[in-house]
């Protein structure tokens, strides 16, 4: 009998991952991780934990915890910080994938002896002439191979994702049949440090403010930002310019960031030109099967909530890569991710540097 450890979060999506396995026969344990010391309105370990132990119990499966505060800091958190300071938008979800989910959970979940590992993922996965492929989840609202395109096949391969071919509704319900506490638990934002907070709120705990100009394209003054770091491309609320600086009854936008004058440009209206481009260059690329696919077109993704977008290969190196899409992209913004689908299964992705027209 495999004996697979379930990464348990005190979310709904982890407890029916644990209860799906038990009932297939797997030789089942939960493990919690703490990745964040702060416990508060924001952060709520402590009730996490308890949640997750509620599930355990009823599972009658062993729960063990392990505090990877340490490495989240050194391996996500602080280049969080540096994306930010150098004006980009990254997305820490993903490093946390690579780094401690998929890393440092899965060193430790084989120390204490399991043949894989389980997490409450919305992906699936299918072995074929020995590669593992990442396939998007059943729930397409929820589908997070995003996320995860970071993986590799030693990772993939020794992974279980029990609800991958279920949506979210039918999760809610089985956790709610199966007597876990956590059937009705609000979703987690992802970022647990950040929780409800505002992006900017947390960032000023961390990051100086910097106030400079905010412009149009046509270059008039219209405001003041608090730092570049605090906004990013394609971003509409929060932004504090008002009425009377254009003849248009439109929201602002901001649609470059210009860090050697430190100064937020910014442009009216969702559909104006300035917001959408149909080339970009990324880096950090990489391939989830090692190597890249045999042919130059595919569809990708530049944000989690995107449409993926045909697109093919202008150039590309070992680890960079140029992009031409067939239609132009909403906010493409430096620092996030690209990724690249063909049809439900998951390439890989790479970083965004840049974007043109």
């Given at each position: 009998m495999s004996r697979v450890i379930v990464g348990m979060s005190g979310g709904v999506d982890s407890a029916v991952s644990a209860s799906v396995l038990k009932e297939q026969g797997y030789d089942v344990e939960a493990l919690f991780m703490k990745n964040w010391e702060e416990d508060s309105e924001y952060c709520t370990a402590e009730r996490d934990y308890n949640d997750a132990l509620q599930v355990c119990d009823k599972l009658k499966i062993p729960l063990h915890a392990v505090n990877f505060a340490k490495e989240y800091w050194e391996n996500v958190f602080e280049h969080f910080?540096?994306?930010?300071?150098?004006?980009?938008?990254?997305?820490?979800?993903?490093?946390?994938?690579?780094?401690?989910?998929?890393?440092?959970?899965?060193?430790?979940a084989f120390e204490l002896g399991a043949d894989k590992i389980a997490t409450g993922h919305y992906v699936r996965s299918e072995e074929k002439n020995g590669n593992v492929?990442?396939?998007?989840?059943?729930?397409?609202?929820?589908?997070?191979?995003?996320?995860?395109?970071?993986?590799?096949?030693?990772?993939?391969?020794?992974?279980?994702?029990?609800?991958?071919?279920y949506v979210k509704s039918e999760v809610r319900k089985m956790a709610e049949e199966q007597g876990f506490n956590n059937f009705k638990k609000k979703d987690s934002v992802g970022i647990c440090f950040i929780g409800e907070r505002k992006m900017k709120d947390f960032l000023k705990e961390y990051l100086p403010a910097n106030p400079g100009e905010i412009i149009t394209s046509k270059g008039e003054s219209v405001g003041e930002h608090d730092g570049l770091m605090y906004y990013t491309i394609?971003?509409?609320?929060?932004?504090?310019?008002?009425?009377?600086?254009?003849?248009?009854?439109?929201?602002?936008?901001?649609i470059e960031k210009d860090l050697v004058n430190n100064q937020l440009i910014v442009a009216q209206g969702h559909n104006n030109s300035a917001l959408y481009h149909k080339y970009l260059k990324a880096s950090n690329l990489h391939w989830i099967l090692g190597s890249p696919p045999k042919r130059d077109r595919f569809n990708a993704k530049v944000r989690y909530r995107a449409n993926d977008v045909p697109c093919k290969i202008n150039d590309m190196s070992n680890t960079n890569i140029s992009i031409e899409f067939d239609q132009a992209c909403f906010g493409i913004a430096p620092g996030q991710s690209i990724v690249f689908y063909d049809g439900e299964v998951c390439l890989g992705g790479a970083v965004i540097d840049s974007f043109s027209n």
């Open positions: 910080l540096e994306e930010y300071k150098n004006g980009r938008t990254p997305n820490p979800d993903i490093l946390c994938n690579n780094e401690i989910k998929f890393k440092k959970f899965l060193d430790y492929k990442l396939i998007k989840g059943a729930d397409r609202k929820k589908d997070q191979s995003y996320f995860l395109h970071g993986l590799n096949q030693e990772q993939v391969s020794n992974s279980i994702f029990p609800i991958g071919g394609g971003q509409r609320k929060g932004l504090g310019v008002g009425g009377g600086h254009s003849d248009l009854d439109a929201p602002w936008y901001v």
